[in-house]
C-alpha cells in the first residue's frame, strides 16, 4: 500500500484562526479524500480530492469552511477555516488503490482548538 | 441516520481467544466492506475487505464472514492476542462509490 504522511501530527490552535493540514503519497493515486473523526465519534468523509478540478464536498461541508487543494497525483492540503474548538478532531488524509475498493488513511492530524 | 452499526462499544477476550466483532448494515446498495483497526490518535489501519460476492474472506488470524441476506458481517480474531487490543471499526462502500460509511466501532481488549 501508498505510504501517506500528514503534517502536522498534531497541533493546539487558537479560536478564530485556520489551519492547513498537508498530505503527501509515495506514490501516484487517483483517489484521495479526506475524513473527520470527532472525539468519541466515527470518521466522517469530508470531501473527495480531485485533481486539477474542485473537491467533491459531502453533506455538511462546505468549500468555504474546508478549502481543499489537489495541484497533483501525490499531494493534497485540506484547511479548516475559522477554528472553533468543535472542530478539535483528528483530520485524516486517505487514498484509494489497486480496484479502489481498499482505501488506506495516512497517520492523522490531530487539531485541538482552545 | 446510522446506516453502519457496530452495537458493542466493547468487548475484552483472553488472550488466545476468538475474538469476534459484529456490524449490521441497513443500505441494500453497500457491495464492499471493509474492518479497520485504529489506535488512539492514529490513523485506522486496514484489516481485511470482503465483496458482497463472497460470504466469507480470510487473511492469516482474520477472517470476515459477510451474511447478506441479514445484512450482518463479522470480523474473527483467532488466536487474540494482547497487541490487537483496539479499536475495530467496520465500513461499507457501494459499488462505483468513493465513500467508505463507518460504524461507531468496537474496542477490543485482549486480556492476559
Known amino acids: 500500500s501508498a505510504v501517506i504522511s500528514q503534517k502536522p501530527s498534531r497541533d493546539i490552535c487558537q479560536r478564530g484562526t485556520s489551519l492547513t493540514i498537508q498530505c503527501q503519497v509515495d506514490?501516484?493515486?487517483?483517489?484521495m479524500f479526506w475524513y473527520r473523526q470527532q472525539p468519541g465519534q466515527s470518521l466522517t468523509l469530508i470531501a473527495t480530492?480531485?485533481?486539477?478540478?474542485?473537491?467533491?464536498?459531502e453533506s455538511g461541508f462546505v468549500i468555504d469552511k474546508f478549502p481543499i487543494s489537489r495541484p497533483n497525483l501525490t499531494f493534497s492540503t485540506l484547511t479548516v477555516s475559522n477554528m472553533s474548538p468543535e472542530d478539535s478532531s483528528i483530520y485524516l488524509c486517505?487514498?484509494?488503490?489497486?480496484?479502489?475498493?481498499?482505501?488506506?488513511f495516512g497517520e492523522g492530524s490531530w487539531l485541538t482548538v482552545v | 441516520d446510522q446506516q453502519v452499526k457496530q452495537n458493542s462499544p466493547s468487548l475484552s477476550v483472553q488472550e488466545g481467544r476468538i475474538s469476534i466483532l459484529n456490524c449490521d448494515y441497513t443500505?441494500?446498495?453497500?457491495?464492499?466492506f471493509l474492518w479497520y483497526k485504529k489506535y488512539p490518535a492514529e490513523g485506522p489501519t486496514f484489516l481485511i475487505s470482503?465483496?458482497?460476492?463472497?460470504d466469507k474472506n480470510e487473511d492469516g488470524r482474520f477472517t470476515v464472514f459477510l451474511n447478506k441476506s441479514a445484512k450482518h458481517l463479522s470480523l474473527h480474531i483467532v488466536p487474540s492476542q494482547p497487541g490487537d487490543s483496539a479499536v475495530y471499526f467496520c465500513?461499507?462502500?457501494?459499488?462505483?462509490?468513493?465513500?467508505?460509511?463507518f460504524g461507531t466501532g468496537t474496542q477490543l481488549k485482549v486480556e492476559l
Open positions: 486517505s487514498v484509494g488503490q489497486g480496484d479502489g475498493n481498499t482505501i488506506y
Open positions: 506514490s501516484q493515486v487517483t483517489m
Open positions: 480530492a480531485n485533481q486539477g478540478s474542485e473537491a467533491t464536498y
Open positions: 443500505n441494500s446498495m453497500f457491495d464492499y
Open positions: 470482503i465483496s458482497s460476492i463472497k
Open positions: 465500513a461499507a462502500k457501494t459499488g462505483g462509490g468513493n465513500k467508505l460509511t
